[in-house]
Structures are given as C-alpha cells and as structure tokens.
C-alpha cells in the first residue's frame, strides 16, 4: 500500500476510537436536541442571557461521518493486520491504511463485501451483524453504498442470508427469529437506499439488478424475505428500484411455475400436524409470491413492469389460472421434512394424496393486478398516458384480459375480479375499438395512439378480433350482476359522451373512427356476456335499468367536458377514461322502481336505453335545447309518467329529421360541415344502428 | 403568592438540572474519545490534520458546555424576576379594583 496521506495505526487502539466515536455520536444525537430544546423555550419567553449553542450543534452533525470513517479504518486497519502478505511490513504492531475519505469508503466497502461472502458461507453470524452494522452506519452514504452495492458478490451473499439465518434459528412456524428479521431489515433498507440515493452509474445499477435477478432464480425464498422484512416497496423508487422488484418478482414467479420453491418449515417440528390453521397461516405468511406481489403494489411500477413486461401473460395466466399454491413434504438436509411447493397447475406433477393446496391471499393478488394496470395516474380512471410506463401498463392489461380463465374454468374471487373491472374501466376506449377492430393496426398489439397522422395519445391497445378473450374477459366480470350493471352504466355514460362530440364535431381517427358505435357495440358485448351466463330475462332487464339510473342521475356538468375541436373524438375518447368506472353507483336489485318504471314494456325500454344516451349526448354538446318538461337541473327527468311521455313526445317528434336540421336545433355554431353520409343520416337511422350495436333494437313488423 | 415563585423556581431549576445532566453526559463522551486521539493511535500527517481539525471542532463544543451553567443560573434568576414581577402586577391590580 502506499500513498501520500498513508498513516501508519494501531489496529487495536483505531477499534477503541472507531468505539468512542460512535458512542460521542450516540450521545450527542440523544442530548443535544434536549439542550437546545430547554434552553431555547426559557430564552425565547425573556428569562437568561443567550448564549450560542451552534457548536453543539455542528459537532452532531459531524459525529456521524466521524464514526462511520474511524469505523471503515478500524476495519481497513484490521483486514491490513490478518493478510498473510502484509507480515513483513508490520513494524512495531502498526498497520498502513490510507486516510482520506473517499479512498477508505471505498476500499471498506469492497473489504465489507468480502467479509460477508465469507460469512454467509461459513454462518458466521458475528461477523454479518458487524458488516450490518457498517451498512447502517453508512444508509445515508451514497458513495459507500454504491461501492458496496457494486461489488460482485454483494447481492448474492445478502439473497442467501434469509436462509443461513434460517437454518441457525428458525424454529417450528417461526422461520426467522426476532433478531433475523432485524438484520434482513437493515441489509433491505440499504439496497433500497443504493437504489434511490442515486450513488450507483448506469452500469452498477443494471448489475445489480441483474444480480438480485439471479440470487433470487437460486434462492427465490432467501431473496423474498430478504425483502419482507425491508422498506415498503415504493421505498426501491421508480428507477433501479422498481426494476429490481420486478426482476426479483420474475424470478419468484418462474420458480413457482417450476416447482423450485421451498419454504423451509419443518414439518417434524410442529406439533399439530401439517394441516393445521397454523401452518396455513404461517406458508400465507412466509409465501415469496405473496411478499413479492405486495412489495410490487406498493411499488406499482414493479408490478407494471412483471406484467407488462418479458413474459407478462404467462405470469398473468399463472396468477389468474391457479391462484394457488400446492406443496409437497419432501426431505432436507438431515433427513427433516421441509415444505416443497411445487407446481402450482392441479393437473400437472407431482400429484397424489401427499400434496395440499392453499389459496393465494386474493387480497394481495387483487391489489397487484390493479396496480400493475394504473400507468402514470395513481387514481382509478386515469387518461392513461403517452410514457413507456404506460405503454407498460396497456400491455399488462391486454395481458390479465387476454389470460382470464373462462368462468367455466375458474370463478375468480370477489378482489380479482375488482380488479378486472377496474381495468374494464381505465381501458373502455381500448376495448370499444376491439370489438369491431377499428383501429388501424395489427391485431392483438399495444400501439402508440395516432392522430391526424401523428403521435398524439395514450397508447391503446386492440384485442384479437374475434372477440373471444374479450368476451371471457366480460363474463367474468358479469358474473357479478352488480359489476355487469356497473360496465353497463360506464359505457352508456361513455356513449353518450362520444356521440354527443361526434355530433358536433365529426367523426376521428383515433382510437377509433366511430367511437361511439364502438362503444354500442361494446354495450352490446356486456348484454351477451349476461346471456352467456344465462341471466334470466328479469336479470338481464334489472342491468338496463341499473345503467339507465346511473345515466339519468348524471348532471350535465359532469358528462359536458367537450374538448376543443382540433381532434375532438379522439380528445373525446381519452376524457371518457375519466368518467368510466368511478360515476357507478352500486346498485340495489329493485332498480325498476325509479326512471325505468316508467316504460311498460320491456320493448319500449329497449327504444329508451337508446335514446336516452343519445339525447343527453345531443344536449350535452349544446346541439339541441332540452325542454323543461323533461328536464330539470341538468338531467333528463323521466321519473314521473308526465315527464316520461314528455320526452318520448320530444323524442318522437325529432327522430325522422336529419341529425343537422333537427327542431330543436340550439347552437350550430362551431359545429363541423357534415362530410359523409353518416353525420346526414336522421336520428331515428342512428338510433337504429347503435340500437343493433346494443343489441337492443330489433324489427318487428316492419317497425323498429 | 410566594409559593407562586417557588414552584416557578423550582421547574426551572429542575429543567436546567436536565441540561446539566445532558451537558455532562456529552462532556463524559468527549472525553472518553480525546485519549485515544494521538500519536500513540496514529503517525501521517493526514491524521494529524484530522485529529487538529477534530480537537478545533471539540474544543468550541467544551467551550459551550463551560458556559452553560452561568446560562442556567441566568435562566432560573431570571423565572425568578418574572414570577416576582407578575406577583407583584397581581397584588397592585387587586388593590385597584
């Protein structure tokens, strides 16, 4: 070693000021707030004379790098002293170690790297909590933490530490002791700082996260609960973080696929025997898919990134196709019996009477997929945006759409299906635009949403045309009535927003160029989802009714957002996400009682659920002017018969005009020339078009 | 009235114990470390430069500590003169009303 700042030390007195430099630090950090606290209190009401109590002050805030560094000599000096070729340079029991900061952070931590690999290997467990205690020491220090982090085998020595420390204290249900759990929290904490403080370069951040990848393909449950017991998983940042969870969420997940999980409980050491409440309770708890599925929520791009990303509809099929685990006992190290998960597909090996299942906690897998859904906006009923993580986010929804298991298969639990029907609602334009595959492009694709020929909108996504992963996506949301009232109302709200500014402004190209067929069409998906799941004909009428309520009690400032007319549809679209999932109501199953009622036969509440939308689109663009008699306070009103019949006589005497010489006519300015046939067709045509859409309007002798 | 004072008296002097208690606790520490800070623990001027720059720091801190009990005494003298003032204002606007 050599250097102009080389200090010769003695090992064993640098250890004792390494020690008293931490204890000063420990005490001033406990005493010095008390001091100044108490003395300013009585100086700031008048009683004594001031005196400067920044040097205490200063000397807190120094005490801390002082410790740290004297710590990191300490350390440097003791590794000098047992390297078999530093023999013949020890004079007078002194070491040689440089002293300037940034040299010695930086050989310490490649020194504490070292040591921890050693003592991983061996379980010295010593000398893991003296290395832990140099992490804490430094959780500020980006620099040594990048040093640390950076190093080769860091990552793969702290992914084995659950499992070292498993085996010298785990006991019975309770794999990780008090203690362990301790340090797995502060070597956790660290990565996650490295991750956010920003201290790692391009080049470290990738192999590392690379690093963790691996550790965890070799040691998925030691890595898991390694993070189990850290920070919350928002903690790890958007960047290196974020990429990290997820890397260490495919690797999990991979070896849940694989059967290469094992979660080491001990199957001799319990008393109840393996299929006790406490034993469910305790794989729920110790699962690494659980723990890393939750982390990834609270993280939420980790979870966009595991189902958006390489791979994502396999493991959105794995989750929503065996939303369980099974294990196997199988023999361990001195012959124990440990828990194997295998396989979690009941139809593949192992099988027999020695495997037990348990389902995933529906909670946490419910919260994951609906993170992983939400894009750039934290909330429900985002506009998804135009960031690579929202491209992310379409394809990690177009994967849980195309992976939902039929409802002959599987009935999801009550929190996935939530889910599911909150993407229903973040994605209601992408799904219009599916159905009749309007949207330019090729099939079954997340693409950049263009505008007039440029790149102007959130990416949208186009399911495969025929409809079938669609249509199972539908049914099982539908298989709760409530939620399929629920997807009705949004995209009858939705509609009637689209045909409003189409009406006023013509026709898009983006995401599709008829959105609002589309979106009949996609109400009439819903309606054959419900029949497929052979909803009587009562339950299948009390759904419309649901949707028309929900349609009818929206104020007109709530659904006439129109935007400024330079690409109004497509402006259109994007603001139908904000009115999609959040304006449902929860329904009651007696919904006839209200606006409904009022149309004495199921055929003429066909003609309204028409209508309706339309007109309040119609009234909603300022097109025509609606009539006190059937409109109060911003809403159609057809609670009463009067009021019913008011509209219909509206209604009646407007349909056979053309869309652009209607009687009511209100304010043509600023609306666009009619270009083709269709904004020239009369109401009564459209009704019918978007009737059929809906699977609603049908001919009968001659008549609609 | 005059327990008024005392027992005013008496909380500061117990806070300002407090600070003593914390003042030494911190000179106790000090001093456990400045021993170890010498030739006999280290030789390079880097180290040197250090510990001189620690001893500058440290010798301000114990600078503070040495002046803190004259400030606690100013503290409880002066809880003191304001109880009494307050007393002394109460019994005045007792008798005028």
Redesign the interface.
């Known amino acids: 070693m050599s250097g102009s700042?080389?200090?010769?030390?003695?090992p064993g007195?640098?250890s004792?000021?390494a020690s008293?430099?931490e204890?000063?630090r420990d005490?001033?950090a406990?005493?010095?707030p008390?001091?100044v606290s108490?003395?300013n209190e009585?100086?700031s009401?008048?009683?004594?004379?001031?005196?400067?109590?920044a040097?205490?002050q200063?000397?807190q805030q120094?005490s801390v790098e002082?410790a740290a560094g004297m710590r990191s000599r300490s350390n440097l000096a003791q590794a000098f002293m047992a390297e078999a070729v530093n023999i013949d340079l020890v004079v007078d029991g002194?070491a040689y170690i440089p002293?300037?900061l940034k040299t010695v952070d930086a050989e310490d931590a490649e020194l504490q790297a070292q040591q921890l690999a050693t003592a991983v290997n061996s379980g010295n467990r010593a000398q893991i909590q003296a290395v832990e205690q140099d992490l804490e020491d430094h959780q500020d220090d980006k620099q040594w933490l990048a040093d640390f982090w950076s190093q080769p085998q860091a990552a793969s020595s702290t992914a084995n530490l659950a499992n070292v420390l498993n085996r010298q204290d785990g006991k019975g249900l309770n794999l990780l002791s008090a203690s362990d759990q301790q340090i797995l929290s502060t070597y956790a904490r660290s990565v996650a700082a490295a991750c956010q403080l920003g201290g790692l370069n391009t080049q470290q951040a990738s192999e590392l996260t690379e690093a963790f990848t691996n550790a965890a393909s070799a040691h998925p449950w030691s890595t898991a609960m390694l993070l189990k017991y850290g920070p919350d998983g928002s903690a790890y940042g958007t960047g290196t973080g974020a990429n990290l969870l997820a890397g260490v969420t495919r690797s999990v997940l991979d070896a849940r696929e694989n059967g290469q999980l094992t979660i080491p409980i001990n199957i001799e050491q319990i008393d109840n025997g393996q299929h006790s409440k406490d034993l469910d309770q305790a794989v729920q708890n110790y699962d690494p898919t659980l723990t890393m599925l939750e982390l990834d929520t609270q993280n939420k791009i980790a979870a966009t990134q595991v189902l958006g990303g390489p791979n994502g509809g396999t493991y959105a099929y794995d989750l929503l196709h065996t939303p369980w685990a099974r294990y196997l006992e199988s023999e361990g190290p001195n012959n124990a019996q440990f828990l194997q998960a295998v396989n979690p597909d009941p139809n593949s090996e192992p099988q027999g009477p020695d495997i037990w299942s348990l389902l995933l906690n529906q909670n946490i897998v419910g919260s994951f997929l609906d993170a992983a859904t939400q894009g750039t906006d934290p909330g429900k009923a985002p506009p998804i945006g135009t960031s690579p993580l929202d491209r992310e986010a379409a394809t990690a929804a177009m994967n849980i759409i195309e992976n939902t298991p039929s409802t002959g298969t599987i009935v999801l639990s009550n929190q996935v299906r939530q889910a599911l029907l909150d993407t229903f609602g973040r994605y209601l334009p992408d799904l219009a635009a599916s159905v009749n595959g309007t949207y330019q492009g090729p099939n079954g694709q997340v693409l950049p949403a263009y505008v007039d020929g440029k790149y102007d909108g959130p990416y949208i996504f186009e399911l495969p045309d025929d409809n079938v992963a669609l249509q199972t996506f539908l049914q099982q949301i539908a298989t709760d009535s409530s939620d399929a009232a629920a997807m009705q109302a949004a995209v009858l709200t939705s509609f009637s927003r689209a045909f409003g500014v189409q009406m006023k402004y013509g026709p898009s190209s983006a995401p599709s160029s008829d959105l609002a067929n589309d979106l009949a069409s996609l109400y009439g998906e819903v309606d054959t989802a419900e029949k497929n799941l052979h909803y009587s004909a009562a339950q299948q009428e009390d759904a419309r009714n649901a949707a028309l309520n929900s349609l009818v009690s929206i104020a007109e400032s709530s659904l006439a957002v129109i935007p400024s007319p330079t690409d109004a549809v497509a402006a259109a679209a994007w603001n139908l996400q904000g009115c999609a999932l959040p304006l449902i109501p929860q329904f009651s199953t007696d919904n006839a009682a209200n606006a409904a009622a009022q149309f004495d036969s199921d055929e003429a509440l066909r003609k309204i659920m028409v209508a309706v939308p339309m007109a309040q689109g119609l009234i909603a663009a300022g097109i025509v002017k609606p009539e006190p008699e059937w409109y109060q306070d911003g809403k159609i009103n057809l609670n009463t018969p009067a009021a019913s019949a008011a509209f219909q006589s509206w209604w009646e005497a407007e349909k056979g005009h053309d869309v652009y010489q209607l009687p009511t006519l209100y304010s043509p300015p600023g609306r666009a020339v009619p270009q083709n046939d269709q904004n020239t067709q009369t109401l009564e045509t459209l009704w019918y078009q978007y009737g059929q859409g809906m699977q609603l309007a049908y001919q009968k002798d001659g008549q609609w | 009235m005059n327990d008024f004072v005392e027992e005013a008296v008496q909380a500061a002097a117990a806070d300002m114990g407090t600070v003593q208690a914390a003042a030494d606790a911190i000179s106790g520490a000090i001093g456990q470390v400045k021993p170890l800070l010498s030739g006999q623990t280290w030789t390079g001027p880097a180290a040197d430069a250090w510990e001189g720059d620690w001893n500058a720091c440290y010798s301000a801190v114990l600078s503070c500590l040495n002046a803190l009990p004259a400030a606690e005494s100013s503290v409880i003298a002066g809880v003191q003169r304001q109880a009494e003032q307050f007393v002394t204002q109460h019994a005045a606007a007792a008798r005028a009303s």
């Open positions: 700042d080389e200090v010769g030390v003695d007195r640098l004792q000021a008293a430099l204890n000063l005490v001033l406990a005493n010095v008390t001091i108490i003395m009585y100086w009401s008048g009683a004594g004379s001031p005196i400067s109590l040097a205490l200063q000397a120094r002082d002194q002293w300037d």
